[in-house]
């Protein structure tokens, strides 16, 4: 019997590792556009012309958020969950969670990319020593950065 058990706890396959379930809060740069309509019409020399438009002016401004960060037991698939502040209106505004990419885990940083759009695609780091996340993008959202700490899904908090 003790033959057995020692084959079994020998050959059986053994997973320390969890998933892995981070919340981190910061700041994201977001990208407000505002369009604006003119008209005017001009007089002169017994003719007038008429004519309008509009323009679209684009800022950007820091916005608070808390960003939802999981990898799978083994870190080889995951998401990365946006708040709607974060998310662009093309492409991304109604889809919250987005398939993380090119996973990549040390000891000491946690690398991962996803798509959110044609145009989007971020880059996120974060440090398993300080628990800050980097979040990279060329377009909106261009950047967050926060501190990061362990979530514990299976606890509700209310």
Do not use: W
Request: overall charge positive; charged content about 25%.
């Amino acid at each position: 019997m003790k033959k057995i058990l020692v084959l079994i706890i020998l050959y059986a396959p053994i997973s320390f590792s969890e998933d892995l379930d981070l919340v981190c809060s910061g700041e994201a740069t977001v990208t407000d556009s505002k369009v604006s309509s003119s008209s005017a019409q001009v007089y002169g020399q017994g003719t007038s012309a008429y004519g309008s438009g509009s323009t679209v002016t684009a800022t950007d401004r820091q916005a608070s958020a808390e960003v939802i960060f999981h990898l799978d037991d083994g870190f080889d698939n995951g998401f990365i969950q946006l708040p709607s502040v974060m998310r662009p209106p093309i492409g991304g505004k109604k889809i919250d969670k987005f398939e993380l990419k090119n996973i990549s885990v040390t000891d000491t940083e946690i690398k991962a990319e996803f798509k959110i759009n044609f145009i989007n695609k971020p880059k996120v780091t974060i440090s398993r020593v300080t628990g800050k996340m980097e979040y990279k993008a060329m377009a909106s959202p261009k950047n967050f950065s926060g501190d990061c700490s362990v979530l514990d899904v299976s606890k509700k908090k209310f």
